[in-house]
């Protein structure tokens, strides 16, 4: 049990961190139609 709460915390540590990076691609994105 401990070791799958462990694998849930890098599993959500990583999808917060891809999360953020498609933020940041689509406000480019946004960035470039506004211009």
Known sequence: MV???????????Q???TNHRLNQNLMCIFDAMGT
């Open 3 to 13: 070791i799958g709460e462990k694998n849930k915390l890098k599993f959500s540590h």
């Open 15 to 17: 999808l917060s961190i």
